[in-house]
């Protein structure tokens, strides 16, 4: 880190600031509709989607903690409470007895589909219908660059 901070200028700050608010709330109007229209919590609606994305509707819990990036302790607590409403179960993992598989189950899928198409029209009415498909093609890049240099530099632990 240099010694003297280089502080954002006007411009710099209004699109840091922007981003961030914009990004916290963002989240929070969707899923607050989630929850209204559904019942769901945003974290039902995304373990529901990755399983019901899923060939088979059935991943190892490892597999589906590393594509959700949560922690192991997030992911446990999320499933049973899942598991506890219908819309999951956990079994053993033929492959690795240390490890679930996590199985989408017929009312979870029904949930899902359920869901998604209001939780789709929300998000066109607070994101993807604000913009023109050139601007969508410049956010998605951009998202795309600040996601890349991420991946390359090792997350402080």
Known sequence: MPAEPKWLDSREDRAWRAF???SHQLPLRL???LLQDSGLTGADYTVLAVLSGHP???MSAQELCGLLQWEKSRLSHQLRRMEELGLIVREPNPAD?????????PAGRRTINDAAPQHVYNVRRHFI???TPAELDTFADLNE?????LAEEPFPE
């Not at 007895?97 to 189950?105: I, P």
């Open 97 to 105: 007895a240390r490890s679930v598989m996590v199985c989408l189950l």
């Open 56 to 58: 088979l509707g059935r």
């Open 31 to 33: 899923n607050r509709h």
């Open 129 to 131: 219908d604000l913009f």
């Open 145 to 149: 660059r600040v996601l890349r240099h």
């Open 20 to 22: 961030v608010h914009a």
